[in-house]
């Protein structure tokens, strides 16, 4: 079982940063891998980026590519997501997931991310 706590979440103007973290519980932590997704009032939730357990390779959707950097601390059992250039369309609650232990497929999908956080909104003014 792990538990997700996320943080970071806030009122930026189009252009600033933000920086989510997400904070989970267990003691393996570094065997999952971890992604972010967001949803918007009235649109489904949708992949932002990813991080897997293994060989730290990282995942991005299109829209956000070159613009947010995600990572991980293993040793303090947080995922971070780095947010630049935000845009008003970025304006969205943020959840942070886990896969299963060891997790080996697709990491955009979020029918493959068991665990989630409660979300933290993130809003972008114009």
Known sequence: QVQLVESGGGLVQAGGSLRLSCAASG???SSYGMGWFRQAPGKEREFVAAIS????NTYYADSVKDRFTISR???KNTVSLQMNSLKPEDTAVYYCAATIPAYSGDYYSRANYRYWGQGTQVTVSS
């Open 27 to 29: 003691r393996t932590f």
């Open 53 to 56: 357990w293994s060989d730290l």
């Open 73 to 75: 601390d293993n040793a």
